[in-house]
């Protein structure tokens, strides 16, 4: 039993004898320690032994005076990190050897979005990657822009129905439904409706119609004629063209 647990680090140096020796590292149970030189730095790597994976910095380099810097990793019991679902199961217990394959399930009332099994390889990593267990029911939907749903039933079935304010127009679905915790389309929008393009003159003229006082009027229609940079004679022009044109039509 004397050998059951190998817990003391195991220093290497890989490091041609020479005064560029850092300190003694940090120890890390379970762990080789791997000093070498990499482009005229000394870096030390712990790696973990068998049937242990590391947590925190892998890499620690020495410094200046001669000390290694960074924080202390440590080598945790398994090879990979333990396996997590939350609002799920898989089928491990204990710690996990490298090519362990786990399968994952999800509770009544969630799904599963991502691979349902997953391998720890002998990297110490997990591959494909973790599942989540998503709830089947919707959280509240967003409210367009000018736009509201009704509807107070957002678990997994339900329909809720949007619209929207008054003089706009509801573009894409207007009834959603909660599928498997996700709304059965995207978010519809209210577009106001565009105003027809008037020209400067229509404008001007529009000024001079709703004004009843003459004086008022002709003031005023003047000053849109200005504001819209329009002269006397262009305003000639146009109305010639104008009458040119109600004479086409009729
Ligand atoms: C390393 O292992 C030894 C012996 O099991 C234990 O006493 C010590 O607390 C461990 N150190 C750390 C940092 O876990
Ligand atoms: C080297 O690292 C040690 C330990 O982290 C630290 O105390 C020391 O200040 C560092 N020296 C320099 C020159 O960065
Ligand atoms: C991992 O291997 C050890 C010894 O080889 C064994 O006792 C343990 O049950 C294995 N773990 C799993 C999850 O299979
Ligand atoms: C989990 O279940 C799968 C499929 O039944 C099986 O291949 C795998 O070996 C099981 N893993 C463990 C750790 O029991
Ligand atoms: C009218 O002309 C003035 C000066 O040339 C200019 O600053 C202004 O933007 C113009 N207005 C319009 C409606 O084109």
Known sequence: ????????????????????????????????????????????????????????????????????????????????????????????????????????????????KGSSWSQCLEDHTWQPPFPICKSRDCGPPGNPL??????????RGSTITYYCEEGYRLVGTQDQRCVDGEWSSALPSCEAPKPAPRTALEKALLAFQENKD???ATEDFMQRLKECNLTMEE????????????????
Request: aromatic fraction near 12%.
């Open 146 to 155: 000018h736009g509201y749903f009704e509807g107070n039933d957002f678990t």
């Open 235 to 250: 305003l000639k022009y146009s109305l010639e063209w104008k009458k040119a044109e109600l004479k086409g039509k009729m």
């Open 1 to 112: 039993m004397f050998f059951r647990f190998v817990c003391c680090l195991v220093v290497v140096w890989l490091i041609s004898a020479s005064d560029e020796s850092c300190s003694e590292p940090p120890p890390v149970n379970n762990s080789i320690f791997v000093a070498k030189e990499v482009e005229g730095q000394i870096l030390g790597t712990y790696l973990c032994i068998k049937g242990y994976h590391l947590v925190g910095e892998k890499t620690l380099s020495c410094n200046a005076s001669k000390e290694w810097s960074g924080p202390t990793a440590k080598c945790r019991l398994g090879h990979c990190p333990d396996p997590v679902l939350v609002n799920g199961e898989f089928n491990s217990s204990g710690p996990v050897n490298a090519t362990d394959k786990i399968t994952f399930k999800c509770d009544d009332d969630y799904i599963l």
């Open 214 to 216: 003459l004086c008022k």
